[in-house]
């Protein structure tokens, strides 16, 4: 029995740097196959076939979303701080990865992927509003009452995605980190920001 020769988070990695610059579609076994550095039968083996991967990609890539936001929210103690931090890491994101976020370029495709890839993407968005209803709750304190969460959850999460599909289009992370703070003025600080 052969033992495997490379460790998963590294070839995930790789695969899903393939997968976020080309989008699912246009990426080929063959791509995979170079970028990862393994062989296609150990993509198999390992993963399955490339929709499968596909799959594993999505959530090895929400697992380091999830884990950003749990440090941020470690490191910040008030919504303000928390808030700007989160937007601004998807701004100021490391070299090697492409401009924008995989959940949401998956998501600009929804319609021509499979139903369970759909449903997926739904889920890691209603997790993202749902943690930022959270923050909204645990800062209330910071806003004037009454504050309607839900609400501006799903305003707040609406321009999160918005500011993503503008890294991808429009890189420029000064002109995004100004639109990120200009879209935070909006919540009804009880001091302004």
Known sequence: ??????????????????????????????NLVDEMGIHRRSIYDTFGDKHQLFIAVLAHYHDQITATFNQIIND???????LTA??????N????QPDGCLVV?????LSTLEEDIQQLIKRYLQQEQAML????IEGQAELQPPIKSELLAATLQNALVG??????????????????????????WKEAL
């Open 1 to 30: 029995m052969r033992t495997k020769e490379f460790e998963t988070t590294a070839v995930l990695d790789k695969a899903m740097l393939v997968f976020w610059r080309q989008g699912y579609e246009q990426t080929s076994m063959q």
């Open 76 to 82: 910040y103690s008030d919504l303000s701080s928390r």
């Open 86 to 91: 989160i937007f601004e890491a998807f701004i």
């Open 93 to 96: 994101h490391p070299a090697q």
């Open 105 to 109: 370029n998956t998501a600009t495709a």
């Open 133 to 136: 209803q959270r923050l909204l």
């Open 163 to 188: 500011i993503r599909v503008m890294a991808k289009v429009n890189p420029d992370s000064e002109a995004l980190i100004v639109t990120a703070h200009q879209t935070l003025q909006i919540l009804p």
